[in-house]
């Protein structure tokens, strides 16, 4: 057996846990506090019993609620600036990736006091960073157990911070706090965390281990299970917390073995046509798979029947992985998202730059199971297009 090394934070995981964010976390977070969060969640009054909770146990809350979807790098440095004004002791991360993501490099920074243009890459941030609790509101991500924060630099360049010291302390998961997501939210985050777990289940990362296919089986397991209640119905709070799980286990899974092609080729769609991440992965998911078959259909026929179990009478590998890659097809569009990349804005003359954008993300498609070069990948977006 190859050996390997799997990091992960404490997980609380308890409806209205983020009610009681200060007694879950003790004096972790120091007496000054830095809460990253979004506008829109705060405008609902979705942070108000995690930051009462703080205000209560005599914390003095910063609050920093500008993070934007696909947050940029000034948007970073303006929550460190913020934070270093008021001399915060500790960083909590409110909200969706964005938020978590930004939440991650404000505490490394703040903590370490590193620049921005020395930390992105894999292993390249030092630390240390301040105590870190992120609290996810949506189910997709990860980012809540992930020692990763995608940011965006510049106009609409993606970059990636990796590094176990931005893995948090502690990741808080209260169902009741995605109750509220909207369908089309809710379908693309879920889909997004599928992905994860099918990624990180055929990695050929060298560290793709045991622990990392195990917690992939399970969140396909709850994912598959309960992403149509979930849509459908956003009050269904068993499902809710299905998916808040499942998404934390793919996100563990991948945090350990990384994520691939799926991935690589959703950035340029998400980057240059604002198409939300989830929505990007699931455009190219069926189309990447099929281009992948020919190496991993044994591992996609393995996990086949975790997501959907009525794969499990398909009679062979190669009929079982055929039925996962539909059924994966079909689920996006009974969940009510686009299938083609022509209904997102993008025009077939945009393809080939996003072929060439795509092989800027090497370090994903090092992990895909079959290379892909910028040919396969310019085929795999027409047969998306
Ligand atoms: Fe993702």
């Not at 409110?94 to 020395?118: H, N, Q, R, T």
């Not at 209260?174 to 879920?190: F, H, K, R």
Request: glycine share 10%.
């Amino acid at each position: 057996m190859n050996p390997f090394q799997f990091r992960a934070p404490t997980i609380v995981f308890a409806n209205k846990s983020a009610a009681q964010l200060y007694d879950l976390v003790g004096g972790l977070l120091g007496d000054k506090v830095l809460f990253v969060t979004d506008s829109g969640l705060r405008r609902l009054g979705i942070c108000d019993a995690a930051i009462g909770s703080l205000d209560r146990a005599g914390a003095k809350v910063e609050i920093f609620s500008d993070v934007e979807a696909d947050p940029s790098s000034r948007t970073v440095l303006r929550a460190v600036d913020d934070g270093r004004s008021a001399g915060v002791t500790g960083v909590v991360g409110f909200g969706g990736g964005s938020s978590l993501d930004v939440a991650k490099l404000a505490a490394l920074l703040l903590g370490s006091g590193e620049d921005i243009d020395g930390v992105w890459g894999v292993g390249n941030a030092k630390g240390p960073r301040l105590p870190l609790v992120l609290v996810p509101t949506t189910a997709g991500t990860g980012s809540e157990v992930t020692p990763v924060s995608i940011i965006t630099v510049g106009e609409d360049e993606k970059r990636g911070v990796s590094s176990p010291i931005i893995l948090p302390d502690i990741a808080i998961l209260d169902p009741e706090l995605t109750v509220g997501l909207p369908p089309a939210i809710t379908a693309a985050t879920g889909v997004d965390a599928m992905v994860h777990a099918i990624e990180a289940y055929t990695s050929k990362s060298g560290n793709n281990n045991p622990i990392s296919r195990t917690l992939a089986r399970e969140a396909l397991k709850l994912l598959g299970a309960n992403i149509e209640r979930a849509v459908l119905d956003g009050a269904d709070l068993e499902a809710r917390g299905a998916m808040l799980l499942g998404s934390m286990l793919a996100g563990q899974a991948f945090a350990n073995s990384p994520v691939a092609a799926v991935h690589a080729l959703a950035y340029p769609v998400g980057g240059t046509f604002h198409v939300p991440h989830g929505l990007s992965n699931s455009l190219v998911l069926p189309h990447v798979l099929r281009f992948n078959a020919p190496e991993a259909a044994h591992l996609y026929a393995e996990i086949a029947a975790d997501a959907f179990p009525e794969i499990a009478e398909e009679p062979s590998v190669q009929s079982k992985c055929v039925a996962f890659i539909e059924a994966l097809a079909s689920l996006s569009s009974r969940l009510g998202m686009s299938t083609k990349l022509r209904d997102v804005g993008v025009g077939e003359r945009h393809l080939a730059q996003m072929a060439k954008d795509a092989m800027k993300q090497q370090r994903l498609l090092v992990n895909n199971p079959r290379p892909v070069t910028e040919s396969d990948a310019l085929a795999i977006y027409r047969a998306a297009w």
